[in-house]
């Protein structure tokens, strides 16, 4: 009944792993629900060189979310970002959330990868605020430096994307790209995977050890 009950977990693990594969593979369809405004938020007046300078990625749902994702370029010859860090949107109401700050390219001038997601169950946030804050060094004397947002994804609970729009006057220009997957629902998928996994492990390892025991307590004694 011990090893029946550790094979029937292990089926268990490779129906969810299946599903989240599955999951993580269909296509990105926008849900119906009313936009989501994504805008850039830039400080005003001129750069000096080497001066330190903050913009924020800002989001207003339209409809609850609970994850997002962007890549970012910029001019590598005008600036140079130094951190990718969260900002307040995501954790909300006294939620938990991950983030991954991304992959900064200093040379190319591109952040890659940057995403979040709530990590407390079936919680969403509805209430505008900063998703992202990115600090960069100004490389030299400028009145601003183009910035561009790209693979943008803003998903619901279900990990389905929804419309987004983005307000950008008098800041850097933004562009969509067609999304490659969710990076902010495949962190959710693994992490539980990597916990049911564990659960299994462990529950295998207890199960064995209860059977030695059990072998050397009915062990006959000479």
Do not use: Y
Request: one cysteine or more; charged letters at 15%; hydrophobic letters at 40%.
């Amino acid at each position: 009944m011990r090893v029946s009950g550790s094979l029937a977990n292990s089926r268990w693990l490779a129906v969810f792993l299946a599903l989240a594969l599955w999951l993580v593979c269909l296509p990105s369809t926008a849900s119906a629900a009313e936009t989501t405004t994504v805008s850039i938020s830039v400080p005003t007046g001129p750069l000096e060189a080497g001066e330190q300078f903050s913009i924020s990625i800002e989001v207003a749902p339209g409809t609850p979310i609970a994850g997002m994702q962007f890549d970012l370029s910029f001019d590598a010859s005008l600036a140079t970002v130094s951190t990718v860090e969260e900002g307040d949107l995501l954790n909300q109401g006294g939620a938990t959330s991950f983030f991954n700050s991304g992959s900064i390219d200093n040379q190319e001038g591109k952040i890659t990868g940057v995403f979040g997601s709530i990590t407390t169950p079936g919680v969403t946030v509805s209430t505008p605020g900063t998703f992202a804050t990115i600090t960069f060094t100004s490389r030299k004397q400028r009145e601003s430096c183009p910035l561009s947002l790209s693979n943008v994804i803003v998903g619901d609970k279900e990990g389905k994307a929804i419309p987004v729009s983005f307000d950008n006057e008098g800041s850097p220009s933004a562009t969509v790209q067609r999304p490659v997957f969710h990076l902010w629902v495949l962190s959710v998928i693994v992490g539980v995977a990597l916990m049911l996994i564990a659960a299994t492990a462990t529950g295998i390892l207890l199960r064995r050890r209860q059977m030695v025991r059990a072998l050397e307590t009915h062990r006959p004694r000479r």
